[in-house]
């Protein structure tokens, strides 16, 4: 038998403060994937997240949760995105973080600031996360909703012609044609774009650009020295004169 304890004990002794938690994982697919579907995870020793702050705000992240692996420069990367929907959005207009998961964005826009600023992903776990982390830090002007995007509107028409910013975030395969689609169809006035892959997010721009959308700043942020990877901060303005008429 595996010597359990003898290895937490090790562990602990190696990194001592360093261990948040250890989780044994069994899993039975043929992958190299942390999270089994088809087998088993347990906690062994400690708690089943880490802490982490970002611009004073505490994110608990679990195993199943994505977070920047380079916090420090994570902090750079989202001041631009604040810096970009701060300087553009008016007072009043509604902020929507959209595929916002455990809701990192959304309360660091909404923290210190009068705005109201809503979560939206169709995760319901992922919305439950950032409920709970907001409560936790306090942040009261937020609202997260479990919603699928193309439906958003039609359950909550009061957002009807006032979403002002739009915050995206989407993974490196960049935003779905026909979610990208469903995302145009919302009218936001402006849009914020994060992304870890300028190729996805190039193309997407060409759609934007063909939806009646100006890019006005474009932002780079190198979280990887030395690497391919880069992050990229786009801001779009809707331009009333180039959104396209329906025959």
Do not use: W
């Not at 899993?27 to 004073?56: C, K, V």
């Not at 600023?117 to 919305?127: K, N, Y």
């Not at 012609?161 to 044609?177: C, S």
Request: aromatic residues 8%; glycine residues 8%; contains cysteine.
């Amino acid at each position: 038998d595996f010597p359990m304890q003898g290895f937490i004990d090790k562990m602990v002794e190696l990194y001592e403060s360093r261990i948040a938690g250890i989780l044994h994982t069994v899993n039975d697919e043929q992958g190299d994937r942390t999270l089994a579907t088809d087998g088993t995870s347990n906690l062994i020793y400690g708690e089943p997240y880490i802490a982490e702050t970002l611009n004073g705000i505490t994110f608990h992240i679990s195993m199943a949760s994505f977070f920047q692996t380079n916090p420090k420069c994570a902090e750079k990367l989202y001041q631009k995105v604040l810096d970009y929907v701060n300087e553009s959005t008016p007072e009043g207009d509604v902020i929507m973080d959209l595929f916002c998961g455990t809701g990192t964005i959304t309360q660091l826009l909404a923290n210190g600031s009068s705005q109201n600023v809503i979560g939206v992903d169709i995760v319901e776990a992922a919305i439950e996360d950032a409920k709970a982390n907001a409560e936790r830090n306090g942040v009261s002007n937020v609202e997260f909703h479990a919603a699928d995007v193309g439906k958003f509107l039609y359950n909550f028409p009061e957002y009807q012609g006032k979403i002002g910013t739009l915050v995206l975030d989407p993974p490196r395969a960049g935003i779905a044609p026909k979610t990208l689609r469903k995302v145009i169809a919302l009218g936001a006035k402006r849009m914020v774009y994060v992304s870890c892959n300028p190729a996805t997010q190039s193309r997407d721009t060409e759609q934007l650009q063909l939806a009646g959308y100006d890019l006005v700043k474009f932002s780079l942020v190198d979280q990887f020295p030395h690497t391919s990877h880069v992050e990229c901060v786009a801001l779009f303005e809707l331009n009333p004169d180039k959104v396209p008429i329906d025959e």
